[in-house]
């Protein structure tokens, strides 16, 4: 059974509208459907604009969709009350982009990985001091840098202290918004052994949005290419990265530049028009569906 | 073909042993030390690093851009054979835009807000004095069609913020075409762009580099670009370059540990698999360790790379690399 089931989500936004314009809808996302089976990492992929963010914030309830179905553990936790989604948002965490502005720079790191402890009433201070060190090491920081602020740390670290904080209230499901992307390269790659050791040990389901394919190849299990709001194509990773189907993805995928010189490069140009906006998601292959 | 001319004898342009320091209170601190390299008419180099290896700085330097507290402390920068160092501000103000471009990271800011397009691609030829007010309008149609913005008479009225991120870069890149420059720097021209329209940026950068003949300095930190347009590449770490040479033998055997690791961290291969990190932080300006400046973080490292920086050793046809790995007697004195 899958951990978390997302059916018909849509969200829309109003945009401008003012004394002499007249307000127009935005369908950030518009009826997108997937489900993520505890322990795997599902990618959602995508350009800016398509819709993948606000799709993770919907998830939390970050941002109130307009309608739809988030499951969670079978309990469509679009129904809670207030008290209700606080604990279930104990068990769903999210890690933002940008470490830079993702941490509250006046806040010492431990305060910062201590909050949602204090939020949830959990521990004694001094239980909460110890698993806040144990939060620390187990992120790969010193825990003898507790007490420094945000800039005092490099991007990674600042990450790894996100992430931290994302697990301190032993949350089963992340929410991976970009996590490395605004890493150097040579960072990245630590922080992505991180990420996948930490689901080993702790069971995690990972929901990784993100727009580097390279990565998304590499990582995830299975994948959902949205494109204007809509999910466009979804499948196993190994499917969809060697015989992607819909023309939008084809595009995508030719446009990643390749470090072997000797790699056949052949462009695709996405021509819009081709995109048939209204078709559903069809059945390809087991386990591959593409909207053409 | 033109008969070449004193002038086109050479390297297009020659940086040689430029030292950018910055200023602060605990004395200057160099941000790019002792860099040099060559550009050939029409080719292209990709100068690749993380963020604070200097490779913007090297850009500013180029152009002598950079502001206080940073200041040139060193060096020559030979273009077609005259020493940009030589030239008094108002010289250096002909060479920029005319004879060097520089097409940045970030359309958006590059920009003015309150000009259209069309003006502020015909002020560049107005500054130079290579249009009339009435021509330069024209020209800036024609420049918007060059560089495939569809609709060109109509967007010229546009204001930046009307258009999209790649239209934006297309209009930076007509502005850095406006008087036929020989030389365009390029820092970052896509990091800000979605991968389909990078792609397209960089089709476009390949196709006025060979209608134009441009040669282009391309900055960027992503290997993948460098393989899709660079002939040559200079990869820059803590301010200086530890490995130059041809694009193909450099992706193909890389011969500095930092070069190695950074092609080993790119996903690639079995799905899952743990990637190959390079251990440890890009050391901050002021903070470089003693000798190689990657030693902390290299995996090769012996006796020699703790004590003084690896001058450049030859290790192949145009190809230098900063690492005592290819010093032979200080790698047999190490046995």
Redesign the interface.
């Known amino acids: 059974m899958p951990l978390v089931e997302v059916s018909h989500l849509v969200k829309h936004f109003t945009r401008g509208g003012g004394l002499l314009r007249e307000a127009s809808l935005v369908k950030a996302v518009d009826d997108v459907s997937f489900s993520i089976d505890a322990g795997e990492t599902f990618g959602l992929v995508g350009?800016?604009g398509s819709g993948k963010t606000t799709t993770g914030r919907c998830m939390l309830r970050l941002v109130e969709p307009t309608s739809g179905e988030v499951r969670f553990k079978d309990e469509n936790i679009l129904a809670f009350a207030r008290a209700r989604m606080r604990t279930a948002r104990r068990d769903m965490q999210i890690v933002f982009q940008d470490p830079y502005s993702s941490l509250n720079p006046r806040m010492r790191v431990r305060e910062t990985v201590e909050e949602p402890l204090i939020i949830h009433r959990i521990g004694s201070r001094e239980e909460r001091r110890h698993r806040v060190e144990e939060l620390f090491r187990v992120v790969g920081l010193d825990p003898a840098h507790l007490e420094r602020y945000p800039h005092q740390f490099?991007g990674?670290?600042r990450q790894r202290v996100g992430l931290a904080r994302a697990l301190a209230l032993n949350p089963s499901f992340i929410i991976l918004d970009e996590p490395v992307s605004a890493l150097?390269?040579?960072?990245?790659?630590?922080v992505?052994?991180l990420l996948?050791?930490l689901q080993q040990q702790l069971k995690l389901t990972y929901l990784f949005i993100a727009?580097d394919?390279?990565?998304v190849?590499?990582?995830c299990?299975r994948v959902a290419v949205m494109y204007l709001g809509r999910i466009v194509e979804i499948g196993s990773?190994?499917a969809i990265f060697s015989s992607p189907q819909h023309p939008y993805t084809r595009?995508?995928l030719?446009?990643?530049?390749?470090?072997?010189?000797?790699?056949p490069?052949k462009?695709i140009q996405?021509d819009p028009a081709s995109v048939d906006r209204l078709a559903s998601l069809k059945e390809i292959a087991s386990d591959h569906f593409a909207a053409i | 073909m033109t008969v070449a001319t004193d002038a086109t004898r050479g390297p297009l342009l020659g940086v040689e042993h430029l030292t950018t320091v910055f200023d602060t209170a605990r004395g200057a601190v160099a941000a790019v030390d002792d860099v040099t390299f060559e550009i050939g008419a029409g080719e292209t180099l990709g100068l690749v690093g993380?963020?604070g290896s200097g490779k913007s700085v090297t850009a500013l330097s180029i152009m002598r851009l950079v502001e206080r507290p940073g200041r040139i402390a060193g060096g020559r920068l030979l273009f077609k054979n005259r020493d940009l160092m030589t030239l008094d501000e108002r010289e250096m103000q002909r060479v920029r835009g005319a004879d060097i471009a520089l097409v940045f990271q970030e359309p958006m800011t590059a920009l003015n807000p309150v000009f259209t397009i069309g003006d502020q691609i015909g002020e560049t030829l107005l500054v130079h004095g290579l249009a009339t007010k009435r021509e330069s309008r024209r020209r800036a149609v024609e420049l918007l069609e060059a560089v495939r913005i569809p609709d060109a008479a109509a967007r010229a009225t546009d204001y930046p913020h009307q258009l999209s991120g790649g239209m934006r870069q297309r209009v930076m890149i007509a502005i850095a075409l406006a008087c036929k420059p020989s030389l365009v720097i390029a820092d970052e021209p896509t990091t800000a762009l979605?991968?389909?329209?990078?792609?397209q940026i960089?089709?476009l950068l390949r196709e006025m580099r060979s209608a134009f003949g441009l040669a282009i300095l391309l900055i960027t930190?992503?290997?993948?670009?460098?393989?899709?347009m660079a002939d040559r590449v200079a990869v820059m770490y803590a301010g200086r370059i530890v490995e130059t040479g041809p694009?193909?033998d450099i992706?193909?055997s890389p011969k500095h540990p930092y070069t190695r690791?950074?092609?080993a961290?790119?996903?690639?291969?079995t799905?899952?698999?743990?990637?190959?990190?390079?251990?440890g932080?890009?050391p901050l300006l002021g903070h470089l360790p003693s000798g190689c400046a990657f030693h902390p973080?290299c995996p090769d490292r012996f006796d020699p790379c703790t004590v003084s920086p690896p001058p450049d050793f030859a290790v192949g046809t145009g190809r230098l690399t900063k690492c005592y790995l290819h010093d032979t007697a200080k790698v047999a004195a190490g046995r």
């Open positions: 350009e800016s490099s990674g670290q150097d390269v040579s960072v990245q790659a630590q992505v052994n996948m050791d727009h394919l390279r990565l190849e590499h990582i299990s990773a190994t595009a995508l030719s446009a990643v530049p390749v470090t072997d010189p000797d790699a490069r462009r996405l | 993380e963020s979605d991968v389909t329209i990078q792609a960089l089709d930190h992503d290997l993948g670009i460098v393989a899709e694009v193909r992706l193909r690791g950074l092609l961290s790119i996903p690639s291969g799905r899952g698999q743990r990637l190959t990190a390079i251990e932080t890009v973080r």
